[in-house]
């Protein structure tokens, strides 16, 4: 019998169920045709552009997850999907806006720069994304990519808090219970 449970790659669900572990994950296949299907799917969306697909391949060229572990490849798909988020945040896609944001705090997918993280932040909390707005917050807040600024921060949380970002309602709340200044 053949029994495929699911595969989640970076948080996109494909086939029969939904298992939330980490990014990559190959929960049950019985065959490889369907292993070499779905890679061959994904490459062929990575190929037209879609930086998800370009981000899932890089994960399982460095997991070694249904394919055999390639660092050039896991180099030449990540380059590629930040160039193609770019493009796409350039041409106003607040999605990809904070992606790169979170891209560059987090420095796994391109190098670590919190300077251009809060530059796409901006950028994107500028565009009316809540998200974004949040995390601009965050590093004012901080100081992070920018001079520290309670008082903006602020004004980025209620920004937020209006559209219903719930994490910048909690870090609202906590501003004003522990004071402006922490």
Known sequence: TLTITAL??????????????????????STNQYQNTFIANLTKKAEAGEPQ???DLALAYEKGKLV??????VKLWRKNAIEAL????????????????????NGKIVGQSDETAFQWYQKG???????????????????????KDAEK??????????????YALKNLCALYFFGKYG
Do not use: C
Request: hydrophobic content about 40%; overall charge negative.
């Open 8 to 29: 989640i790659l970076g948080g996109i669900f494909y086939f029969v169920a939904y298992v939330k572990t980490e990014p990559l994950s190959l929960v049950q296949f």
């Open 53 to 55: 697909a370009m981000l």
């Open 68 to 73: 055999s572990k390639d660092d050039e490849r």
């Open 86 to 105: 770019e493009k796409k945040a350039e041409a106003g896609d607040v999605e990809a806006m904070f992606f790169l944001g979170l891209s560059y705090r």
């Open 125 to 147: 909390a500028e565009s009316g994304h809540a998200p974004s707005q949040t995390n601009l917050g965050v590093a004012y807040l901080s100081g992070k990519g920018t001079e």
């Open 153 to 166: 921060a602020i004004y980025w949380y209620e920004k937020a808090a209006e559209q219903g970002e719930s």
